[in-house]
């Protein structure tokens, strides 16, 4: 089973994403908390690239598709701006008692991508941005 | 599209809830930060969090309560969340933020924390 969307790399548009992710999970028979995790991972992933590979620039989009075979679920996003988004990869561990203490905002995102998906890859395609997501999903 | 979410507050003498209908993510949480922003929030004792009708929460929610915890917690403000849904709670559980916010099952609890 496969999905596609594009979308503008406007904030507005990440209640559509994970509408779409909702969607396509709830189609198959994953348990509530699993699909609210791989909707959470891919909005996470989908508004770094809004935010910060794009400033929100509503000329730009994002292509995701989603596949689903047996229980593996391959989510791929694509981001066609010009500028290549790559944040680290290795599996983010933040401080939060320091992120208490300061009173930050941000930099969390990734710690639970990388915390829900099984694997996480971030590489260039055609001079454009891939970010590709995968799980086994469990009943 | 407007907003996902939508925050309305019940304030008693010493006591601030803000209750929490919606989704919060990076468009929507501008909403929570601006009611959590105001100046009058640290007059209180105690903010409690009304989570019944929180269906989402991303990062950038989590990052709007983490980022006025301390402050809170520095006016003796205390930060209660309660009546939190499964798929929510597991989100801070996630990060182990569990262990870092006050989050209890009901609203006699959270009065009473």
């Known amino acids: ?139 | 599209m407007g907003p996902t979410m939508k925050v309305t507050t019940h304030p008693t003498a010493d006591t601030l809830t803000l209750v929490l209908d919606g989704e919060l993510d990076a468009s929507s949480a501008v909403v929570l930060d601006a009611e959590l922003n105001k100046p009058e929030i640290v007059n209180y004792k105690k903010v409690l969090i009304d989570c019944q009708r929180l269906s989402y929460i991303s990062s950038a929610g989590l990052g709007v309560f983490i980022s006025h915890l301390q402050r809170l917690q520095d006016s003796d403000v205390k930060l209660v969340f309660f009546n939190m849904q499964e798929k929510v709670f597991n989100v801070f559980e996630i990060l182990g933020l569990d262990s870092l916010m006050n989050i209890v099952p009901t609203q006699e609890e959270a009065q009473a924390a």
Not at chain 1, 33 to 57: C, K, M, P, R, S
């Open chain 1, 1 to 139: 089973m496969t999905s596609h969307l594009r979308i503008q790399c406007s904030r507005q548009n990440l209640q559509q994403v994970r509408d779409f992710v909702r969607e396509f999970l709830l189609a198959g028979q994953s348990s509530e908390l699993i699909v609210n995790q791989v909707v959470l991972a891919v909005d996470e992933v989908v508004a770094n690239f809004i935010i910060h590979a794009n400033g929100e620039d509503i000329n730009q989009f994002l292509d995701l598709q989603l596949a689903l075979i047996e229980q593996r679920l391959d989510v791929e996003i694509e981001d066609y701006g010009a500028t290549i988004f790559a944040p680290s990869t290795v599996a983010p561990n933040p401080d939060l008692r320091e992120y208490i203490r300061q009173g930050r905002k941000g930099g969390m995102g990734m710690a639970l991508v990388s915390r829900i998906m099984d694997h996480v890859e971030f590489f260039e395609r055609d001079a454009h941005t891939v970010c590709h997501l995968s799980k086994v999903l469990a009943k």
